[in-house]
């Protein structure tokens, strides 16, 4: 199972917001530049996470997006979820039936993988509701807010 790039970029754009120096917030583009992908498509992520609460959006000359709440309370299933719907889905084609159509030959063995997969989605929705984004950082980086994103891309700007 490949997980869609959106929900790693999502991960990933909570932890910069809630780690920015004294949690500022942060434009559209700063963090397009950060992730490498373009401000178009990250817009795409940022109202989807807008919309779940998870980040808000301030208009304005000195706006941008701001954690909504803890990381502490966010978990990497809140994020998979408003990105990609509420679903855990490793669904299965039914392909099987349509091979067996006459018999009963595969139906036993059909139901088994069946009954697996069902576990398999409620085990890596469990999983994924268990992770706060707080254990994926230090809780004085992002209490404080700490980094300077936009400092350290004008750094690499120059670099480059």
Do not use: W
């Not at 299933?77 to 719907?85: C, R, T």
């Not at 469990?126 to 700490?146: F, I, V």
């Amino acid at each position: 199972m490949i997980i869609n790039h959106c929900v790693e970029q999502g991960i990933y754009v909570v932890l910069i917001l809630s780690l920015e120096k004294d949690h500022r917030p942060l434009r559209s583009t700063t963090l397009s530049s950060i992730l490498y992908v373009s401000d178009s498509y990250l817009k795409k992520i940022l109202r989807k996470l807008v919309l779940a609460d998870i980040i808000v959006s301030n208009p304005g000359k000195d706006g941008g997006f701001q954690v909504a709440r803890s990381i502490e309370e966010i978990s990497v299933y809140d994020i998979y979820s408003a990105l990609e719907g509420e679903k855990c889905d490793l669904k299965m084609s039914g392909i099987g039936s349509r091979i067996f159509v006459y018999g009963k030959e595969f139906a036993l063995g059909e139901e088994k993988v069946v009954s697996a997969f069902e576990r398999a989605n409620a085990s890596f929705c469990d999983e994924l509701r268990k992770l706060k984004l707080s254990e994926l950082a230090s809780k004085e980086h992002y209490q404080y807010g700490t980094v300077d994103f936009e400092a350290r891309m004008n750094e690499l700007k120059k670099i480059l």
